[in-house]
């Protein structure tokens, strides 16, 4: 069993930065591949991120691409998306995910086992 509560979020000017950390408790945290996602309001649940039990493995939606970087750091059973040059478009509330989906179901939200309650991010124009 792995409990997931992000932080972080907030609301910031378009083209700022902010760093969302999602704090795992389980002593199977780094056995997890853990995925970032997101979902605006009226709009499905899209994947922002994922990064592999490891760390070794990253890889990224195209929207966010070259502006966000996931991370973790299995010590402290965290994981972190630090999200840079952001945009209006980002707005959502971020949830963070963990799992062990295949490689062409890392983008497929019903592949992940646990989930956190979520963080409203909010970047205005």
């Known amino acids: 069993q792995v409990q997931l509560v992000e932080s972080g979020g907030g609301l910031v000017q378009a083209g700022g930065s902010l760093r969302l950390s999602c704090a795992a408790s389980?002593?199977?945290?780094?056995?997890?591949?853990m995925g970032w996602f997101r979902q605006a309001p009226g709009k499905e649940r899209e994947f922002v991120a994922i990064i592999s039990w490891s760390g070794a493995y990253t890889y990224y939606a195209d929207p966010v691409k070259g502006r966000f970087t996931i991370s973790r750091d299995n010590a402290k059973n965290t994981v972190y998306l630090q999200m840079n040059s952001l945009k209006p478009e980002d707005t959502a509330v971020y949830y963070c995910?963990?799992?062990?989906?295949?490689?062409?179901?890392?983008?497929?939200?019903?592949?992940?086992?646990?989930w956190g309650q979520g963080t409203q991010v909010t970047v205005s124009s």
């Open positions: 389980g002593r199977t945290f780094s056995s997890y591949h």
């Open positions: 995910a963990a799992g062990r989906p295949m490689a062409q179901a890392m983008g497929d939200a019903n592949s992940y086992d646990y």
